[in-house]
Structures are given as structure tokens and as C-alpha cells.
């Protein structure tokens, strides 16, 4: 691959495909239990442990503006690595661990000015797919919140 490619996991939530950047996934796990975290972001649904390592389980559904759902067993978790926090949530189903080349991929400012979550649209043959920044899906205000209830 050249430096002009990159490999990005594709997963569903309501029948509809996104994406991460393969680099920021660290792990992606059966559905577990979840620790509610009273005071917590509204975002947050609680933690898990990973590894020893305590991490905010984010309801994706509420960030992306789906309907809630609650977690079913068939669930899968994926641990995302982001510059601030390890976090996690919770989708439907993996579909795919594919490779994109720039010129498969517009940025979200072209797409749609100001979207803070988005990281770009990816063109393939199954459509369009959004790709997402797991950095940017916590607010300043939720990593600041905890923070708080981490010290």
C-alpha cells in the first residue's frame, strides 16, 4: 500500500454502514456488561474494564442520532484509542476491514460544513459510506466532566 491508502473498519447500527480509521481501533469485543457511571455525561452509558484499564463505554446511537437501543447479546464492542481517552461503544454488527485510497474519500468539510464528528465520506462499490474521527466524539465539556469523576 502506498501512502496515498488507508484501511478503515466498517461497521452497522439501523441498517446503515460507518466507518473508523483502523489505526485508532484497538480491540473490538462481545457485548459485556456495563458499569453505569452516575454523574457522568448524558453521552456516556458507563465503563468497562479492558484489560485493566477502566474506559467510558459512549452511546454511539445518541452521537449519531439514531433511535436508543438498548445493548443485545449479539453486539459488539469497539475500543477506540483517541489522543485524550481509550473509549468504547457498542454496534450492531462488523462488516468489513477494507482499504481506501484518497481518491475514494471526501473530506466532511466538503461534504457538510461543521460537523464535528464526521471525518469524511468514503465512495465504494456498496455506496457511500460516513467515516468517523473517534477523537472528536466526545465534547471539551464530556472529557472535562470526566476528567472530574476521574480524579
Request: with cysteine; aromatic share 6%; net charge negative.
Amino acid at each position: 500500500m502506498d501512502k496515498d491508502t488507508g484501511f478503515c473498519l466498517i461497521f452497522a447500527l439501523d441498517g446503515q454502514q460507518f466507518a473508523l480509521p483502523l489505526p485508532m481501533v484497538e480491540k473490538v469485543v462481545r457485548a459485556q456488561a456495563i458499569t453505569p457511571l452516575p454523574k457522568a455525561p448524558t453521552i456516556v452509558s458507563g465503563i468497562i474494564d479492558f484489560h485493566g484499564e477502566i474506559v467510558p463505554v459512549m452511546d454511539i446511537r445518541l452521537r449519531l442520532g439514531l433511535p436508543a437501543q438498548p445493548i443485545a447479546l449479539s453486539d459488539q464492542i469497539i475500543i477506540a484509542r483517541t489522543p485524550h481517552r481509550p473509549i468504547a461503544f457498542a454496534v450492531e454488527k462488523i462488516l468489513d476491514v477494507t482499504a481506501w485510497r484518497d481518491q475514494d474519500r471526501v473530506p466532511a468539510e466538503a461534504v457538510v460544513a461543521g460537523v464535528k464528528f464526521l471525518d469524511g465520506v468514503l465512495r465504494n462499490q456498496a455506496g457511500m459510506i460516513l467515516m468517523y474521527d473517534p477523537g472528536a466524539f466526545f465534547l471539551p465539556e464530556e472529557h472535562q466532566q470526566l476528567d472530574r469523576l476521574a480524579s
